[in-house]
């Protein structure tokens, strides 16, 4: 410690003390408030409970869709060479700054009543998305596609594709090329980019309340659930951030190895 | 290759500070020279105060701040809005403010309770709810019963004044919304934008907003018989270091110009 303390400047570990203990003491914070006692039935509440089973339902589509499409359009801007793929990259990663209640207006004027594409649903086939559960799904995957892409391409563009040549070389067609080098090789970026797909899904607040509303049951996710239960039912809504900062932590160790490196 | 980033990095920043220079977001002060100090009443009367007010009194609370400002060129009154819940929340955990206007009689009761009002709180305006729905009506809604055979109706939270009025007053007309039908917004803005620029088909605001909103939705009457009315005071935050100034802008809001103004929105006299 003495040693190491020499080389490094005081006040670069200063600076990383104070870093550090910024990120953390909101989450020391919230966690002495929990009132461990009540825990399990401040959860077990109607609106705990419909709130946390919105949720998963709602985050688990929303990372299969962000992993259906994610997964192609990774693929596409790692191996196809075409004019504008870099504005196509940048365009398809914005969701990962745009202000979620951005998104979430975006969506309105594209998929509601009016929107452009939303008015046809509408009219022609009378699916309003807007303040329905799908539109919660499409308020998550919208925040939630980028993860998916940004790890997945990594992954491709990391990857030996002598491999592949070797497979097609030797005879293998192009999906068994696909289905037995390429997955397997990118399966950790895989299973990262799902895993942040879905952990983000389970997050998203912004999009959700401005394109899908709160209607308790139907598009009151948890972080809905959490901010407007704060001032009149505390203990449920610190009890159900406990669960999400369990779910993320959960997710983070599990991926320490594969894409955050080791520490 | 890193050059050209932190480079662009710094345009992007700087035609960011340009643009807001240009709309005159960075033009904080002198915007209304000329104003003559024809009514200075005390030299107290000086320095910035906070004001948490609730949403519905956006609109009004806008034009009562630049008014109290030209009377008081000394001072500057800088406002909070957000849900009276939301708001008497913030002020018991220590957010600085000033004075507290809340849209219900509850939300500041608390604070006079917990200790944090100075004085007695003023009463200063008092406002009705509507119903709104889409420009032209298209659900041809003409009361509260239709509401429980529209898709959605927005309604304000629950622990939001608005959302407890309405609430009351559907309790009033016996009129039961099932619940998967109705989405809460956090405050009566939102509650509003829900249908003004969102898909609900109708919701319950409080008419000064509906007539914010001018064209972009249509209000139904409720009838006065089914109908609550919002109170709304106005009180000294006991922590405030500038209680003169604080005064003064209560004095102003309950004053001619200020009642004059709040009538113009569509706000009903305090008593």
Known sequence: ?263 | MRRTVVTGLAVVFAVFVAGLVATGCGNDSGSTPGSSASTTKASEVTGAITLSAAASLTEAFAEIGEGFQRANPEASATFNFGSSGTLATQIQQGAPADSFASADEANIDKLVTAGLIAGEPTVFARNRLVIVTKPGNPEQVTGLSDLADLGVVSLCGLEVPCGKYADQILTTAAVTIPTDRITRGQDVKTTLGAVSTGDADAAIVYVTDAESAGDSVETVTIPDAQNVIAIYPIAVIAASTNQPTTRAFIDFVTGPKAQATLRSFGFLPPD
Do not use: H
Request: overall charge positive; glycine content about 10%.
């Open chain 1, 1 to 263: 410690m003495s040693r190491r303390g020499r080389r490094t400047p005081w006040f670069a570990i200063a600076l990383a003390a104070v870093g550090f203990a910024f990120i953390t003491l909101p989450l020391v914070g919230l966690i002495q408030q929990v009132s461990w006692g009540s825990l399990v039935d401040d959860l077990r509440t109607p609106e705990a409970q419909a709130a946390l089973r919105l949720s998963l339902v709602c985050s688990v589509w929303a990372a299969a869709l962000a992993m259906a499409f994610g997964v192609p359009l990774a693929w596409v801007l790692a191996r196809v060479e075409f004019r504008g793929r870099a504005v196509a990259r940048a365009l398809v990663l914005l969701p990962l700054v745009v202000p979620p209640v951005v998104g979430g207006v975006g969506l309105f004027y594209a998929f509601g009543r009016n929107g452009l594409i939303g008015q046809y649903l509408w009219d022609w086939f009378g699916i309003q998305l807007t303040f329905s559960t799908a539109g919660v799904v499409m308020a998550e995957t919208f925040v939630a596609l980028p993860f998916v892409v940004i790890t997945v391409e990594a992954a491709l563009r990391g990857m030996d594709r002598r491999y592949e040549e070797a497979a097609t070389t030797l005879g293998a067609r192009r999906s068994t090329v696909f289905r037995r080098v390429t997955v397997p090789l990118i399966a950790p970026g895989l299973v990262a980019g799902a895993a942040l797909a879905w952990a983000r899904a389970l997050g998203e607040f912004g999009a959700t309340i401005t394109f899908a509303g709160n209607i308790q049951g139907r598009t009151q996710t948890t972080p809905l659930a959490v901010y407007l239960l704060l001032e009149s039912k505390p203990e449920i809504a610190i009890g159900l951030s406990i669960v999400l900062l369990t779910v993320c932590v959960a997710v983070l160790a599990v991926l320490r190895d594969r894409w955050l490196g080791t520490g």
